[in-house]
Structure formats: C-alpha cells, structure tokens
C-alpha cells in the first residue's frame, strides 16, 4: 500500500450516484416483481435481463472500444449492488459477464476481444467461466480437463463442474491442461469455447439451496474442437490469467453480498416499525434496536471494503489479493448474518415465503462458497500477509 493511497481509496462521485439510483429505479420496477417467481418456478429471470440489456446495465464492464459503457470498477460494484438488493439470481447476469470475459480482457489477443467483446456488449449473449471441477474445487491445479494441439486446433476432452449460468451463456471462458507432463500448475491454458461448438453439452440443472433463478450445471466436452485462435493470451498461461481474474472478480462477489444483505435490512426495517407486541411497535424494544444497529454497522464497513477493493482492482494496485479476498470473505459473512438476523426479526412470518427475507438469506449462503470458499480466503489473505502484502501504514 502506499503512503498516500490512505487518503485516496475510492471517492464516490456525483455519476456513482446517478447510476445507483438509475439501477435501483430498474431494480424496484423490473427484477423485484419477478423475484419470488423467479426464485419458486427455478427459471432464469429473462425479465431481469431483458431490463438490464435495454439500460446497458448487464455488462458494463465492457469498455466503449467494443461497443460497451466501460464503466469502472466501483461503478460495476455499485450496479451488482443494486441488482442483488432485489434479487441475486438477477445480479449474477452482471458479475458472471464480467467473470467470464474479464480473462479475455486481461490477457486475450485484440482479435479475441473484438470478436466476443462486442457481442457480449451489445447483449447478444452471455459470458461464463469454466474454471471448477468435480474433484478440482478450492485446488484448481488438479483439474483434469484436458486441451490436446491437432495441428493449428485443440481438442477438449473433459467436464466442469458449478458453473454458472451454462446452458444460457453463448460463450465459455474454460481452463484445460495442455501439457500434462508439465510444472503443476503451469501446464494450464485457457480456451474460449462457443455453446454451438461440436462435442460440447450441458449436464442437469443443478437443484440447489438458492439462486434458483440462475441455472448451474456442468460442462461436458468430448473432442470438442477448438480453433487455435481462440486460446487466451499464451499456452500455459491459463491458471495465471484465471487467478487474476478472480482477484478482480471476488469484489463483485462482495458487492452482491452488500446487496442482499441491504435488501433484508430494508425489509426488515420496514417489519419492526409496523409490527405490534405489547401495545407499541417492535422497532421500540431496545433488544431489536440493538440488533437494527449491529447489522447496519456491519453492513456499512462491509460496503467500505467492497468499494476501497473496487477502486484496488481499478487502479491495479499490488495489494488488491489481499482486498478482493478481503472484501469478499468479510462482506459474505456479514451478508448472511444480516439475512438470518433479518428473519429472525420478523420471527414466524420470515420463514414463510409470504416476505423475501427466507429468499435472501438461502441466497445468500452461495456468498461464501463461490469464487473461493471463505477458507480459502482466508489462505489467501494469509500469504499476502506473510509475503509482506499490504504493507504497514
């Protein structure tokens, strides 16, 4: 960290401001009402990405070269935000365009980032990420998919495991050994894989705790031929690229969980100053009062860390490991603790499906297992701090 970055981690800026209250204006009026549908019939909220493709708000990453709004990386933030306060499933159309396609941006050839940039800009179709498998989980290293050279082309043999949004998305950034006799770990390549390509399919959705409204299953690829141009950046580069991707992507992840977690608080906010015991409204017991501020402190220094990580990935800083991971692990825990302390406010009728509240706190559970258990976040930030990252104030 260096000296001066204390006094300059992020400022929000009269635009932030404008954008949030534009996507939580589409928010309330176009992904709320479809929420619990969405959530009880386990569909993609298509209503919800149809809104976010008309406002340029379902991939605003993407930069203005290739047709996108190139919108920073708080304002990303603040966009995921916005979407999960009202919905999570609905939020993972930005954050997973942005996971999928950030390998492309970081390391992908101009070609590369001209052909799948702009379509995935102009909402032509989605983008996911193929990194996970069976028995590849938190030890991405051991995956065993496997890209073999045919000439000019590859050839995938293999399945992942959890991804998100398969079988929507048209485009797949995937990870596969090239070379199974190299260096552990850097043997890996990365592939952008197209869901029309020849040999590759889709498993069952996955039937899961939350995000229902978000298909997950698993990729399957036999002798799926891939074109050689459409490796990102160079042969056994892959894990390398795919690490960096999820520094920077992580920060969403926290932000999605600022979201639900600003949503259970609203709701529940709402319940205890109409809610009646006693002769007086709940909101007026000290004992739930203190639980009200426990929560919105907690929530407020979670939204600091998520925005302070943002501006990191922004600006590339050295340290933004140690914040992304940072940021994600603390934001996801206080997301489900806020949710399970928000039912528990509005006592029987927040385990009923008659408010969101059972909704948010299932979804937001997957907070701390995605992108990284929040163990392994915490490997992470460990060796940061053992390798001298960040360093002192």
Request: overall charge neutral.
């Given at each position: 960290m260096t000296a001066n970055s204390d006094f300059d981690l992020y400022r929000i800026s009269e635009d932030h401001e404008a954008l949030r209250e534009a996507v939580r204006s589409i928010a309330e009026d176009k992904i709320a009402p479809f929420a619990a549908a969405v959530d009880e019939e386990a569909r993609f909220p298509q209503e919800a990405h149809d809104?976010?493709?008309?406002t340029d708000f379902h991939a605003p990453h993407v930069g203005e070269e290739?047709?996108?709004?190139?919108?920073?990386?708080?304002?990303?933030?603040?966009?995921?935000?916005?979407?999960?306060?009202?919905?999570?499933?609905?939020?993972?159309?930005?954050a997973v365009n942005k996971l999928g396609s950030l390998p492309v941006i970081l390391a992908g050839s101009e070609d590369l980032k001209q052909r799948y940039l702009t379509p995935l800009a102009a909402g032509e179709g989605l983008f996911s990420y193929g990194l996970s498998e069976r028995e590849a989980g938190s030890d991405t290293a051991g995956m065993r998919c496997r890209a073999t050279r045919d000439g000019d082309d590859w050839v995938l043999n293999g399945q992942k495991s959890w991804i998100t949004n398969a079988g929507?998305?048209?485009?797949?950034?995937?990870?596969?050994?090239?070379?199974?006799?190299?260096?552990?770990?850097?043997?890996?390549?990365?592939?952008v894989v197209e869901k029309g390509d020849e040999g590759f399919?889709?498993?069952?959705?996955?039937?899961?705790?939350?995000i229902k409204g978000s298909p997950t299953?698993?990729?399957?690829?036999?002798?799926?031929?891939?074109?050689?141009?459409?490796?990102?950046?160079?042969?056994?580069?892959?894990?390398?690229?795919a690490l960096r991707t999820l520094d920077?992507?992580?920060?969403?992840?926290?932000?999605?969980?600022?979201?639900?977690?600003?949503?259970?608080?609203?709701?529940?906010?709402?319940?205890?100053?109409?809610?009646?015991?006693?002769?007086?409204?709940?909101?007026?017991?000290?004992?739930?009062?203190?639980?009200?501020?426990d929560m919105a402190m907690e929530l407020e220094a979670a939204r600091q860390m998520v925005y302070v990580a943002a501006a990191k990935s922004e600006r590339g800083d050295a340290d933004l490991t140690f914040f992304g991971a940072a940021a994600k692990c603390f934001a996801s825990d206080v997301a489900m603790k806020i949710t399970t302390d928000a039912v528990q406010l509005l006592g029987g009728a927040g385990y009923t499906r008659d408010f969101p509240l059972e909704r948010m706190m299932r979804d937001a559970k997957i907070t701390q297992?995605?992108?990284?258990?929040?163990?392994?976040?915490?490997?992470?930030m460990a060796r940061q701090l053992l390798s001298g990252l960040p360093s002192a104030r």
């Open positions: 809104a976010l493709v008309a290739y047709g996108g709004v190139g919108a920073d990386a708080l304002a990303v933030s603040i966009v995921i935000e916005e979407v999960a306060r009202a919905c999570v499933s609905s939020s993972l159309i930005p929507v998305s048209e485009y797949y950034t995937v990870l596969a050994v090239t070379d199974p006799d190299g260096a552990r770990g850097r043997n890996i390549s990365a592939f399919t889709f498993g069952e959705k996955e039937r899961k705790l939350g299953r698993e990729l399957h690829f036999e002798n799926t031929r891939i074109p050689g141009d459409r490796i990102v950046g160079s042969e056994g580069e892959g894990l390398k690229i920077h992507t992580r920060v969403t992840i926290g932000a999605q969980a600022v979201g639900v977690a600003q949503g259970a608080l609203d709701h529940a906010l709402a319940y205890v100053k109409e809610r009646k015991q006693f002769g007086k409204a709940i909101a007026d017991f000290q004992g739930i009062q203190f639980m009200l501020a297992i995605y992108e990284g258990t929040n163990q392994v976040q915490r490997i992470v």
